[in-house]
């Protein structure tokens, strides 16, 4: 539908041209689609829609939005570039996994600039009141208030990367003066408040339902709150630790304290609208499998809004290849691997004695011995199962082992006494060295930490057929256990701690947890982190509250590796460097990305460009 949108484009530009070389001006062209082939009927609205929805910068199993080629705004001004962010880069950057990456490049800016995708829902905007007697005024005010959603989804993209950005609520004519098309940033607040008034449209025109994969009134409430949020901490955390610079005093970026309980009464007020509508998903007694289920289950209760995906239409991903050990797979190559600092948010592991030496385990799988339902659905650990195999970590063989875990894992690679191998044949005394499923250090497709991440994975899917861009579940980009998270955390910003505690508690019910008696804002924002790991949150909740050149200053992150004691029978688990070894850092300058430069070329009034940039 994107070249009918082009060809509409077209019909504006050529007008003129057409009147010297016509006789018959009435008689309407053959091969070109006019507006009314479009907007005149609910079937081509909804096949103008898909494309507006398929490019949201949704952050997915494979969030790489598609480059614009810059037909749609011949002028080049205000039009779409790339956005190279992804799952591995930012769950990689942050500490959570880890994995075959370079590190903090996920900092410098990806180029993210969507306004083609927004020229299109200005276009429909600007079309549909034009066609009620068509479609009827209820179907065009519903479609509307789709549209103000969509149109706050792609600036809500724009402003937690850049700030203020320019507001453009009417489709440009690319044959107006640069002075026209080369207009000026907007105020980093002046972008939330519309963000949240397009929301708020949104949920007052659109229906309370809608198809899956849809947006209705409480997916907009949903974003808003979400939304509001962000802009609440960037006010209140972002006064505190920010760079400065000429964008900065311009309020380019940045945003008044005082604005600070505005949003965060807005973000709590969005999300108490879904009460009542959504529930959190609670069909397996099973808490383990309850919460693997959460993630695969269609017609889910919790599920607001999801982004879905098919091998027929091309659109299928690879999460089941790319978290699954190339063992478990037709021929895959595992991509990411959950770190030791990540699953002690549950509290630390038992595998050390008081007296430091390492815990004996007579078998892998008495580690995961007492660990919250909640992590077990989240990470697969030494000793789990997935397709009828065993996830076997075993990171080398000790022939024997005496003194304390820490003492060992301090010494130098060639001065410990265990015994490693460069591939999965390589045997001791007849027994083989390093697990199928790793860790090893010798390719992509075994675990560098110990950990496997089991969120998503449909272990329902055969191995023969898990490969590259085979798998079909879909992403959950708004669910109602977010909702509960941005309503606590939101609550407490406002003093309403009971409030908090509740939400809190109905999620830490579900998951298997000890209920807290009392809460602050430390426990939500854990409870956050454990609840929604690997869904692309944690990176964008670090940049809000303003601690990620605290949390990734010069950053090292382990693993958990398991060894067999040959003498003794038995397992250890020692916590040792990930086997990347990789350092992480985040700089002040990082909370906001520097403007596209291609676009800063094409518009000199998009500057000054945000601080140290």
Known sequence: MKSIHKLIIAISITAAASVTSCQRLDIPPKNIFTPDVIYNSEAGVKSFLATIYQNLPIEDFKYTPSTNDGAANPAGFLHGGNDWMSFFNEAGCIGEEVGPWSGMNITGGFGFWPY?????????????????????????????????????????????????????????????????LQVHRDKEEATWDFIGAELDLAYQMMPETSDAGRANKYVAAALKSRAMLYAACVAKYGSVNFVDGQARSLGLVGIPVSKANTYFQAAYDAAKLLEGHYS??????????????????????????????????????????????????????????????????????????????????????????????????????????????????????????????????????????????????????????????????????????????????????????????????????????????????????????????????????????????????????KERRMELAFENQYYWDLKRWRTADAVLDRAHFKGLMPYYVFNENKYIFLAEPELYNREYTFQKQYYYEGLPGDQIGKNPNLLPNNPNY
Do not use: C
């Open 280 to 525: 959190l998903y609670t069909a397996n007694p099973d808490k383990v499998q309850n919460y693997v289920d959460l993630f695969l289950k269609s017609g889910s209760p919790e599920n607001i809004f999801i982004k879905q995906y098919s091998i027929a239409n091309n659109t299928a991903h690879s999460w089941d290849a790319t978290m699954s050990p190339r063992y478990m797979t037709a021929n895959a190559l595992t991509r990411s691997y959950p770190t030791l600092e990540f699953v002690s948010l549950w509290g630390t592991l038992p595998v050390t004695n008081a007296d430091g030496t390492p815990k004996r385990f007579n078998n892998r799988a008495e580690l995961m011995q007492g660990v919250e339902p909640r992590l077990l659905a989240t990470v697969y650990f030494p000793g789990a199962t997935l397709r009828g195999l065993t996830f076997d970590m075993q990171r080398g063989i000790y022939p024997s082992f005496s003194g304390t875990a820490a003492a060992e894992v301090a010494k130098p690679a060639n001065s410990r006494s265990y015994i490693l191998a460069g591939d999965t044949k390589t045997l001791y005394q007849g027994m083989q060295i390093i697990g199928f499923t790793g860790p090893w250090t010798g390719g992509d497709e075994l675990t560098r930490t110990g950990f496997y991440v089991r969120k998503y994975v449909d272990y329902n899917k055969p191995q023969a057929a898990v490969d590259l861009n085979r798998s079909e579940q879909p992403w959950i980009d708004l669910r109602y256990g977010e909702i509960l998270l941005n309503r606590a955390e939101a609550a407490m910003e406002l003093g309403n701690t009971a409030d908090a505690l509740s939400s809190i508690n109905l999620l830490r019910d579900r998951a298997g947890a000890t209920l807290y008696v009392s809460i602050d804002l430390d426990k939500v924002r």
């Open 116 to 180: 083609g995708d927004i020229r299109n829902v200005n276009t429909l905007i600007d079309e549909l009141p034009k066609h009620a007697a068509a479609l009827t005024q209820p179907k065009v005010d519903a479609l509307l208030g789709e549209a103000h959603f969509l149109r706050a989804y792609y600036y809500f993209g724009l402003a937690k990367r850049y700030g203020g950005v320019p507001i453009i609520k009417v489709p440009q004519d690319p044959g107006a003066p640069l002075s026209q």
